[in-house]
């Protein structure tokens, strides 16, 4: 590799030497890909809670840890759910349009290239597996999570009998975490199925997927009023999500209060944007979070109304 000393700028070129002094150039990029420090990003702007509490830091952290312990684990791969292995441990899967970026999300939440992903839609034709945090021996701290096809465009009917017998009578089955493009919203086929969620009393979430295209469409530093409006937008299409998933908010709710926007590919500082939210949520849909400490109020003896003393 050739080292570099004293690099010099002069009309849009970097002049450097190398270590043997011959002068080099390198064109300046005037379009430098925007990275933003951790700091002066709004992280918890990308979720929004109606109804769940937010993940305190110490939660994302664990979070994290979680997924990052150790590799995960690839399980098994099944086109009917008949076939599916059984298992004890907690599951939560995946759904949503082709290429809306399901793949791609569990490869990023699972910190490894273990899920086919694909600019073509419908290339996950299968049911997929994996394992993540736990021991070989010990499968009671240990979540499962599903990778799904796709359905719409590139989807296929005979998968979707499949998905739905999974839906319908999957006893590990936590929570259902639909995915739905962050610039497209709820399309139609999404509304089919967040019916059949209520029809077989599956319960779920909504994650907006891509939202680096909302915040970051062009991948340069936005400024602050310019960031503002593209969060107040994200923030408008998540409560136009709330609308469609709570119609009747005293009903029977099968949907999680909260929307998390995230992007498989858009670092933040040094985290990915929205990516410990989604973990976290996924954990706590199967109980797994880390639970804030409960202390105790002290035991105080308890006076009725007539032993008071009127002063
Ligand atoms: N900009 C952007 N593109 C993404 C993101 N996630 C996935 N993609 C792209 O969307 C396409 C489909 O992704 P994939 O994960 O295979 O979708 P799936 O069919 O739902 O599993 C691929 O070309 C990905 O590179 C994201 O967060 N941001
Ligand atoms: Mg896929």
């Not at 702007?45 to 305190?56: I, K, Q, V």
């Not at 997924?67 to 599951?91: I, V």
């Not at 086919?116 to 240990?142: Q, Y």
């Amino acid at each position: 590799m050739q080292s570099t000393i004293a690099p010099r700028k002069f009309l849009g070129l970097q002049l450097s030497r190398s270590n043997n002094g011959v002068l080099f150039r390198k064109a300046l990029s005037t379009t430098t890909p925007h990275k933003p420090s951790t700091a002066e990003f709004p992280h918890g702007a990308l979720s929004y809670h109606w109804d769940t509490t937010e993940p305190t830091a110490s939660q994302l952290v664990h979070a994290s840890k979680f997924f990052n312990l150790q590799p995960p684990k690839f399980l098994w791969s099944a086109e009917k759910f008949k076939t599916m292995d059984f298992g004890g441990s907690p599951e939560i899967c995946f759904l949503g349009r082709s290429n809306v970026g399901k793949s791609s999300l569990l490869n990023t939440l699972l910190s490894k290239r273990i899920a086919h992903t694909s600019s073509k839609p419908g290339r996950t034709r299968l049911m997929n597996a994996f394992a993540v945090g736990g021991r070989e021996d010990n499968a009671s701290n240990r979540l499962v999570v599903l990778d799904m096809p796709g359905y719409g465009k590139g989807g296929r009917a005979e998968w979707g009998k499949e998905v739905l017998k999974y839906l319908g009578k999957r006893r590990q089955l936590k929570r259902a975490f639909l995915l739905v493009d962050s610039e497209h919203g709820i399309k139609n086929s999404d509304k089919q199925l967040l019916a059949l969620f209520q029809e077989h009393s599956v319960p779920y979430q909504i994650v907006l997927s891509k939202a680096d295209r909302i915040i970051f469409p062009d991948n340069r530093k936005p400024s602050p009023e310019v960031l503002a409006l593209r969060l107040a937008a994200l923030r408008k299409t998540m409560e136009t999500i709330k609308d469609e998933v709570e119609p009747d908010p005293e009903g029977d709710l099968l949907a999680t209060g909260e929307v998390i926007a995230c992007s498989s590919e858009k670092w933040v500082g040094a985290k990915r944007m929205g990516i410990d939210a989604v973990r976290f949520a996924m954990l706590r849909a199967a109980g797994l979070e880390l639970k804030p400490k409960i202390t105790l109020a002290k035991p105080t003896e308890i006076v009725s109304f007539d032993e008071l003393e009127m002063s």
